[in-house]
Every structure is written in C-alpha cells, then in structure tokens.
C-alpha cells in the first residue's frame, strides 16, 4: 500500500483546509485508515481514524475536524475547520492492512495566530 497526501499549506486561525490521501496498491486489503499529526518536539498522534464501524476523533479535533473516505477514488479526506494555532504539524497518512502499518511521507499544516 502506497499513501500520498496533499493539502496542507499556511493558513490563518479560524479559516478551513482539507487533506487528502491517495492509496494505491492493495487497497482493498486496507482495514483502517486515520489522520496523524506531529509539532515540532512532540511525539505523533493520533488525530482521527476511520473504520468500517466508525469514526474516531481525538479530543482536541472532536467537533472541528471530519474524516471521510471515499473507496471509489481510494481517498481519505481531512475536513479541518476552525483552524487553531496549535494545529500546526506535519499531517500524516496512515492505513492498517494485514497487521501492517503504513505511512505517507506527511504534509506540514501551519496556522498562523
């Protein structure tokens, strides 16, 4: 499984982006898929996840943030809204398939105060 995102870029606080992710490969092995970040001298997190059960949103992206993925383009989405200064990081793509995990090489989203 090969993921590529885009879509991150400067922004100010309280404005919108959206990410997105490109699989290819096996995809339709992929079991899940979610939405990692990492600032600056912070460890990775998870941002938000998507399964075929549901969705899971981190605490401080709950309410601001909507995954979405859409299987006929083999592409996950990032709805970011209400942009916050602390959002900056580099966003990363990630996919579970068959015990493994893969990556994207991230995009950096900067949200300027």
């Known amino acids: 499984v090969q993921l590529v995102e885009s879509g991150g870029g400067l922004v100010q606080a309280g404005t919108s982006l959206r990410l997105s992710c490109v699989a290819s490969?096996?995809?339709?092995?992929?079991?899940?898929m979610g939405w990692h970040r990492q600032a600056p001298g912070k460890r990775r997190e998870l941002v938000a996840s998507?399964?075929?059960?549901?969705?899971y949103y981190s605490d401080s992206v709950k309410g601001r943030f909507t995954i979405s993925r859409d299987n006929d383009k083999n592409t996950m989405y990032l709805q970011m809204n209400s942009l916050k200064p602390e959002d900056t990081a580099v966003y990363y793509c990630n996919a579970v398939s068959s015990w493994l995990d893969y990556w994207g090489q991230g995009t950096q989203v900067t949200v300027s105060s």
């Open positions: 490969g096996s995809t339709a092995s992929i079991d899940a």
């Open positions: 998507i399964t075929r059960d549901g969705t």
